[in-house]
C-alpha cells in the first residue's frame, strides 16, 4: 500500500505496470508478483470555537503557503487519530487539549494529483482549552477570525480547510 503512484516498485525497483484486479486498474510489478493499491493520507484536524469565532493558523510552507486552515496534520505510524488533533493543535497554536474532549465531527476525502487526504475531524469549544495562541513552527500566523468572515469568502481557506469546517458546522458547502 502506497500514496502515490509510483513508477518503480517500492520492494525491488523494478518498473512498474498495471493489472486488473478487483474491478480496477493497480500497479503491478511483475517481478515480485506484487499488486500495489494506492492509499489516501490520513490527517487531523481540530475545530476550536469562541462563540462567533474560530481558530484559524496560515500555513507557511508548501503549496499552500500564505492560505488559512484549521489546526491539522499527520497522524505519526503509531499515533491515535484523537491524540494526533491534539498534539498538531499544540504544535500550531499554543493550545493545549485533552484529546479526549475532542468531539468527532466527521471525515472528508480531499483528492489531489499527488495524494489523496482522508482528514478525521474533531471540534472542542475555547473554554475547554489552555494556554495562549501563538503561531508555531509551520504556521506564519494564528488567530481566532471571524466566523462570518470565513462564510463571506474574506479569509482565504484553502479547499480541505473549507471541507473541515463545513464537518464542523461552520461552512455549509
Known sequence: MIATSPTYCPDCGDELGTVEFEDRDRDYCS???QVWWRQSVPTTSVT??????VLLIQR???RDAGRWDLP????????????????????????VADPEDLTLVG????EGPQANYRSINYRIDRAAV???VTAGSDAADARFVRVEAVRAGDVDVRKLGRLRLRDAGILDE
Not at 48 to 53: A, I, L, N, T
Not at 77 to 84: I, L, N, S, V
Open 31 to 33: 517481478s515480485c508478483d
Open 72 to 95: 491539522a496534520g499527520h497522524p505519526e505510524y503509531d499515533e491515535p487519530a484523537r491524540e494526533a488533533a491534539a498534539r498538531e493543535l499544540r504544535e500550531e497554536t499554543g493550545l
Open 48 to 53: 476550536v470555537r469562541d462563540d462567533d469565532s
Open 130 to 132: 489552555d494556554g495562549e
Open 107 to 110: 471525515t472528508v476525502l480531499s
Open 60 to 62: 507557511s510552507a508548501g
